[in-house]
């Protein structure tokens, strides 16, 4: 089952904070962030993994709340190179049987204004 | 640039006919992934391979194909093409098959089907 991610855009100042939020209905064993940019490939971001937080860039952090299954992604002092869509990928607590499926929300778009 | 190189980037052809889209991971990962991207569907997890086997399948037609050579690349087999086929089509690689590992994305194949 798709993750639910909210908002569904947000149209950000430059050095203005955002928070991306994604929920899962399922028991989830990591949670993986990426951004596109527009015709792009997705780029990786960073991974939470249940029972751990691990930051994958300075100003931009995540957390996991495995009792709520929801993890949100903390854009601070953002930038122009911000604006895209960001996509939260999840994978289920299955047991080690899920490999690397990675399970994508609908995606929230990001847009900063100088 | 993630090291994931995927060819042809566009590709147009008719309904009913069959194509192959290639996928060369970054050096030294073992495993593909390969996604489809629409517009009403989103970024789809399609199937995944680890070092020449299928690891986990997602809601993959019939119609679709793929595998994995000794040599670490991939190819998606897509045969009689309907309009709805239409969409970016991407490969990620990560160098192991577990869901605790990023997933670097090509470019994708653009296809477009008339």
């Known amino acids: 089952q798709q993750p639910v991610q909210s908002p569904q855009a947000v149209i950000l100042r430059e050095g203005e904070d955002a928070v991306i939020n994604c929920s899962s209905s399922?028991?989830?064993?990591?949670v993986h962030w990426y951004r596109q940019k527009h015709g792009e490939a997705p780029v990786f971001l960073m991974i939470l993994l249940k029972g751990g937080e691990q930051k994958g860039h300075e100003k931009i952090s995540a957390s996991f709340n495995e009792k709520k299954q929801q993890s949100s992604l903390y854009l601070t002092a953002s930038q122009l190179s911000y604006s895209g869509t960001y996509f939260c990928g999840t994978v289920p607590n299955a047991g080690g049987t899920s490999y690397g499926k990675l399970t994508f929300g609908q995606g929230t778009i990001l847009t900063v204004h100088p | 640039d993630s090291g994931v190189t995927q060819t042809p980037k566009h590709l147009i052809t008719a309904t009913g006919q069959r194509v192959t889209l290639r996928c060369s991971p970054r050096?030294?990962?073992?495993?593909v992934y390969w996604y489809q991207q629409s517009l009403d569907q989103g970024l789809q997890f399609l199937i995944q391979?680890?070092?020449?086997?299928?690891?986990a399948k997602g809601n993959i037609l019939e119609r679709f194909s793929a595998q994995q050579f000794p040599d670490l690349h991939s190819e998606l087999n897509l045969s009689s093409l309907e309009l709805g086929d239409s969409a970016l089509y991407f490969c990620?690689?990560?160098?192991?098959?577990?869901?605790?590992?990023?997933?670097?994305f090509g470019d994708g194949t653009r296809l477009s089907i008339l």
């Open positions: 050096s030294g990962d073992l495993s």
């Open positions: 391979y680890y070092n020449g086997e299928e690891r």
């Open positions: 990620a690689s990560s160098d192991r098959d577990r869901p605790n590992q990023p997933q670097h």
């Open positions: 399922k028991a989830l064993y990591s």
